[in-house]
């Protein structure tokens, strides 16, 4: 339907009295506005002060000429589209042509015919409508931006506090990361565990935008909360998956590796969900082993089918693990070829200086691609020595006034229970209750796991610790160890912890027992203490960290004592 | 044959647009009329001459004086070639033309208006 004709306000600027009297008329007839005037000065005046929406000019007027007015009305009109219809009897192309560059929309010519002005006024009103509605579509378009913009800032501030809690900022990693990867659903995380080891996790939402970064907060939650309470990496990833696929709509999952670094057993844990090959580089041989996925997206299977099982892997001082999003083997050129796994690799084997392989990639992507892509991720952890590994310390919020001082507890845990649960959280948890153990938090949650993990695989799994002496041993255990649990049927780990003051300190003592075989208590202490350690139980380290640590009842029975002094 | 002289089609489509002010409009053209033949008498140069020859046929054609149009458009062509050689003869011609156009506007003015005496200035 055709909307109803608007009145509008027109300039006539033409010198002819006679014709500018002929042309209001006519104008005025056609139900609009006229406003006059005898020359281009006066025009370009009248359109300053009313503003009319369209011109009627003469070309050839004294004082001003109609070019010189139409240019002057065009620039005070800046954006907006005010048409110009020249009035000429000119025939001339080159006359013709000067009215164009004027800024002329149209000609008429005299002598004035009514039908054909009213359609030219017409199909200029439609015109100015047109462009109006552009402008005003624009400038919608722009704010809309500008509101997506300042959303992102403020979502990317506050996210910022959230990822940035951790420990990205550790001498051993290195990253990078464009500034507004959460909104490409990238994301790179790190923690310490109370033991001092290091939990990584590079993850990559589907999709782009806020609907990619609102799945971030949720699993940085559940990755900062459960790493500081002691969890391993099956709990946090049976946490995550779960937790996403409860939040997420169908589509919507998230790709993730999750690393564990143990500074102390020289090794990482590796999990991989539909990530890209991560890369284990060996220093010492030079080797890359590829750390490749093995799992499905976090979000995508139920709790009950997820699989939350890890590969454990030998790391040496100095060797690091590389991690990249799919924004760096996806990388396409102009003709729709991927960068790809095999480029990445010429990447590594040409690079000599470690600390510029990132920029080397990056490199490799510009020269491939032509320019820089905002969506690749790269973070590299290497492993270091364990003195030189230094976890922030704890914050409580806690008064401190109810403090339990005088209290034992023991559990025993069972078989199915040893198959699917981790209690070394709620140990801790329990333990740095007691003030005076907050400041050995990482040594006693270090010697609660070793003697923990002791009783449970050489204890109760009846692994042989020799194994882990090489690199393909290691992995030989880690899959007996995963075997041997899921066929557990009986079995115990007993626990008992005993908090008793001492003047103006305390006392704990922890036991840990298990219904294993055992094992030759005197053998094992003599030998020597070494630092890098693969096998042996662990005995070194505990009774580095603790006091007073004994074995008894052939091996199946240990004990450790904690102390401190009166807090100051 | 005043045909040749004007064009009633377009002084009857003049009527139909102006309504009352019909006459009002052959008055103000008359004496804007004299005033353009006033500067094409004293022009000084070809670009004035052209000037005026052009808006001069712009209010002719628009007023239906077919033959006043025609000539004013030599002119401007003379003008405009620099070839001032048949100026003065054309001056004269469009003199003549409107001497003879001026009375047949005046009797138009009475026939659609026989009431005013006197037609006010626009």
Known sequence: MQPPLESLTILIAEDSAADRMLLSSIVRRQGHEVLTAANGAEAVEAFRQQRPQLVLMDAMMPVMDGFEAAQQIKALAGETLVPIIFLTSLTESEALARC???????????????????????????????????????????????????????????????AHSGCLSAPNIRYLQSPYALFNGDLLLAAFTPAGDMHVLLGDFTGHGLPAAVGAMPLAEVFYGMTAKGYGLSEILREMNAKLKRILPVDMFCCATLLCLSFQRSSVEVWNGGMPDGYLHSVASGERTPLKAQHLPLGVLSPQTFDDRTDVLPMAVGDRVFLLSDGVIDTCDANEQLFGVERLQRVFAANRQPDALFAEIEQALRDFRGEARDDVSMVEVSLLEATQVSPPALVYSDSGQCCPLDWSVSFEFRAATLKRFNPLPYLLQLLLEVHGLRAQSGALYTVLAELYSNALEHGVLGLDSSLKRDASGFTRYYQQRSTRLDELQDGFIRVNLQVTPKGEGGCLTVRVEDSGKGFDVERVMQRPADGVRLSGRGVGLIRQLSRNASWSDDGRSARVEFFWEALA | MADTHLDRDVLSALQEVMGDEYSTLLDTFLDDAEERLRILRKAEDAAQLMNAAHSFKGSSSNMGAIRLAELCHELEQCAKNKNLSGVEKLVGEIDGEFALVRPLYEAECRRSSPTKAIVPRF
């Open chain 1, 100 to 162: 164009l560059e004027a800024g002329g929309d149209d000609f008429l010519a005299k002598p004035y015919n009514q039908v054909i002005l009213a359609a030219k006024i017409k199909a200029m009103d439609r015109l100015r409508r047109l462009q109006a509605t552009v402008l005003q579509q624009r400038d919608q378009i722009a704010r809309h931006h500008h509101y997506l913009l300042n959303e992102q800032r403020v979502a990317k501030a506050v996210f910022d506090k959230v």
